[in-house]
């Protein structure tokens, strides 16, 4: 007789990919992505990070190799979460202004909350000393939404909504505007924080300014954008 592993019928699948793996994989991910802004990389042991997913050390390393890949994904999660790639989907149907508006929402939520301002102030102070955890950090949250919402310009463009000769240099400028003044005074903890109307005044003039640079003008000569 055939011992009971050898028989297809009664086999068990083995390694990442079950229920309870998967589990224990968005455990590890929220831990990291709870104390990785609170005390950087070099203060975020592995053991701290499997001590607060309640899995062992051997279960964080059966999921992320090291702490580099681990600290990677969890700035990709965070940043999926809050403007996943459908956020980017063209709907030529819609007014461009309304896609920019909702983009603009999910990008300043994202850089303005609490563990998004406590990481960039850990990036700026230099207490992620390596280089190389830097350019993971720009590959992993700030490129992947800059390649996002440029692919969405360059849609717009070929629809005709709007007209941009360089789209990389456009992308860049949305965003920035978008962090403005209000994005500086929470980096730099100003006692008088902006409200929920100065923001959303804040992300509409943005979009306004976009737009008047690089909407689509109408057939009339010095109409206004179409968008």
């Given at each position: 007789?055939?011992?009971?592993?050898?028989?297809?019928?009664?086999?068990?699948?083995?390694?990442?990919?079950?229920?309870?793996?998967?589990?224990?994989?968005?455990?590890?991910?929220?831990a990291a992505k709870r104390l990785f802004p609170d005390s950087g990389f070099e203060g975020t042991s592995m053991d701290a990070i499997a001590a607060d997913a309640g899995v062992s050390k051997l279960t964080?390393?059966?999921?992320?190799?090291?702490?580099?890949t681990l600290f990677t994904a969890a700035i990709r999660e965070r940043c999926e979460e809050q403007m996943p790639e459908a956020l980017f989907d063209v709907d030529l149907q819609g007014p461009v202004r309304g896609q920019l508006e909702a983009i603009?929402?999910?990008?300043?939520?994202?850089?303005?909350?609490?563990?998004?301002?406590?990481?960039h102030r850990l990036l700026a102070s230099g207490s992620i000393a390596s280089a190389k955890l830097a350019q993971?950090?720009?590959?992993?949250?700030?490129?992947r939404l800059q390649t996002g919402f440029q692919a969405f310009l360059q849609?717009?463009?070929?629809?005709?909504?709007?007209?941009?000769?360089?789209?990389?240099?456009?992308?860049?400028q949305f965003f920035c505007l978008l962090k403005g003044e209000l994005?500086?005074?929470?980096l730099c903890g100003c006692p008088s924080q902006p409200?929920?109307?100065?923001?959303?005044?804040?992300?509409?003039?943005?979009?306004?300014?976009?737009?008047?640079?690089?909407?689509?003008?109408?057939?009339?000569?010095g109409g206004a954008p179409s968008a």
């Amino acid at each position: 007789m055939k011992p009971a592993s050898a028989n297809p019928s009664v086999a068990r699948p083995c390694g990442p990919g079950r229920p309870k793996d998967l589990e224990k994989r968005a455990a590890i991910l929220a831990a990291a992505k709870r104390l990785f802004p609170d005390s950087g990389f070099e203060g975020t042991s592995m053991d701290a990070i499997a001590a607060d997913a309640g899995v062992s050390k051997l279960t964080v390393y059966s999921h992320f190799r090291d702490k580099e890949t681990l600290f990677t994904a969890a700035i990709r999660e965070r940043c999926e979460e809050q403007m996943p790639e459908a956020l980017f989907d063209v709907d030529l149907q819609g007014p461009v202004r309304g896609q920019l508006e909702a983009i603009a929402r999910a990008f300043f939520t994202l850089v303005a909350a609490p563990e998004s301002i406590a990481l960039h102030r850990l990036l700026a102070s230099g207490s992620i000393a390596s280089a190389k955890l830097a350019q993971l950090f720009w590959e992993a949250g700030p490129q992947r939404l800059q390649t996002g919402f440029q692919a969405f310009l360059q849609q717009e463009v070929a629809a005709g909504q709007l007209v941009i000769a360089d789209v990389p240099r456009a992308a860049s400028q949305f965003f920035c505007l978008l962090k403005g003044e209000l994005h500086a005074r929470l980096l730099c903890g100003c006692p008088s924080q902006p409200s929920q109307a100065d923001i959303d005044d804040h992300l509409r003039a943005s979009v306004d300014m976009f737009l008047r640079a690089y909407a689509a003008r109408s057939p009339v000569a010095g109409g206004a954008p179409s968008a």
